[in-house]
């Protein structure tokens, strides 16, 4: 994947969406700017909204009213299938999984964008399929039928399918889930990395909010359909928002590093016992 100047002006842009599902609206006003070289995360409770926003945003749902904009293109509407999927890509939270196809055709999908409709050859193709595998940790199971494999294996393939197909955005519906702990990590700094050392603007959907805090340049918070908040975490994550927006209380701490740590407070955190009380 190659590097590129960073640049101020939004890689993707979402401006005062209105997305409903059969005439009930369930997001209203939403606006989203992705930049080149950063990682913009989307959180929220659930039903608030999140996915219908990225699968707009990867016109995967198209709004009543609203634009979704790439640099170069005031309305995105008016590109091609292919020649959208050549600039952004979207993973989902749910895709069917194919029976009998292995891991490496698979990932092979995600050059559909660069082969056109007639199959022309691919010269970055292989490459992209390689590099992909690599950085996603699915190179060992490369000839392992899919609808084999274990939720978090299929995640990661899933993810290399997004990455091979070399977009400048990269979607991300709660990309750690299924994931055991090492690779909720992996792919988080994979995620930093992309943003870091190639350009890419990603928007990620996490319910974890520390993680969010952490993998996140800004956060857009949503509730019921609004955004409610968006800036950098510290800014948006604090404790008033989180407990109005979650309709729980959630402590928030800020450590040396500037980092934001969230902890919600239900009746099943345990007090803490003093030696005294023992
Ligand atoms: N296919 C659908 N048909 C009708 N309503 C839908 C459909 N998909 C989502 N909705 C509704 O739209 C609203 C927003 O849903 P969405 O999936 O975008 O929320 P979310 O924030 O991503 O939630 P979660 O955290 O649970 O994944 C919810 O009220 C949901 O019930």
Redesign the pocket.
Known sequence: MPSTTPSDAPALRGEDLRLA??GTV?VERAGLRLLPGEVTALI?????????VLRALARLHKPEAGTVALPDVPDTRTLSASEFARRVTLLS?SRPTPSGVCVRDVVGYGRHPHRGRWRQSDPDGPRAIAWAMDVTGTTAMAERPVDELSGGELQRVWLATCLAQDTRVLLLDEPTTYLDLRYQVEILDLVRDLADDHGVAVGV?L?DLDQAAAVADHVVL?RR?EVVGAGLPHEVLTADALTETYGIRIDVTVDEHGRVHTRPVGRHTRRTRTLAAV
């Open positions: 599902y059969h369930v929220g409770p659930n039903g608030s909204g999140k996915s219908t939270q959907v319910h949503l359909g």
